[in-house]
């Protein structure tokens, strides 16, 4: 099978970001952020995905977490959508509810090529972490992954917990992401009437 791995660099002047990303892996991360939730829920999507994932970058975490987290997600999209190529023989749609404690999210992904992002839920908290990462962050980087990863995402999140809303949304993303980026034996093309995705 074709190697389905891509590295991506992301330089601003807010931001230096570098993902390496290997969507047949073992579930392995080496992850730096410099915001440690951020750094446990992109352990827990490769961990849970079984995406080997290494992520580095330098923000401006003076102004505040809203542009490191962004970034990633930018570069984590880019790198999704660059490793799954021409997308033959994926599965393409799954749907993931995971829970955690009292919390429950649930995600449903399209690799479908057109960027869209459905967000239901509010999150208990408005922060959570060590560095007062903001809650509604969460929804923010499922929108701007989906944007640059080229996904139909709806997610749904509810609970009584922030960290528990949150982790359950990223176990659930990268549940659902492993099952539609997942080869199909049976299927040699693109798995749309259209041809391609």
């Keep these: 099978m074709e190697e389905r791995t891509a590295a991506v660099g992301r330089e601003t002047a807010e931001t230096s970001v570098e993902v390496v990303l290997d969507l047949d892996g073992d579930g392995d991360a080496t992850v730096d952020t410099g915001i440690g939730f951020l750094d446990h829920m992109l352990e827990a999507v490769a961990t849970h995905g079984l995406f080997d994932l290494t992520v580095e970058c330098e923000g401006d975490l003076a102004v505040g977490t809203h542009h490191t987290v962004e970034d990633v997600a930018i570069a984590l ?3 999704i959508g660059e490793a799954l190529g021409e ?3 994926i599965v393409r749609f799954a749907d993931r509810t995971v829970p955690m404690d009292e919390a429950r999210a649930t995600v449903v992904v399209d690799v479908s090529g057109r960027p869209y992002a459905a967000f239901d839920g509010t999150f208990s908290q408005p922060t959570v972490g060590a560095d007062s990462v903001t809650s ?3 929804a923010h980087f499922l929108r701007t992954l989906a944007t640059h990863a080229g996904l139909t995402v709806h997610a749904e999140v ?3 917990n922030a960290h528990h809303e949150l982790e359950a949304l ?4 990268a549940r659902a992401l492993d099952d539609a980026t997942r080869i199909d034996e049976r299927r040699s093309s693109t798995p749309s009437t259209k041809g391609e995705l």
């Design 136 to 138: 509604q962050l969460g």
């Design 170 to 173: 990223f176990k659930a993303l």
């Design 87 to 89: 997308k033959r023989g």
């Design 77 to 79: 999209g880019e790198a």
């Design 158 to 160: 509810a609970g009584e």
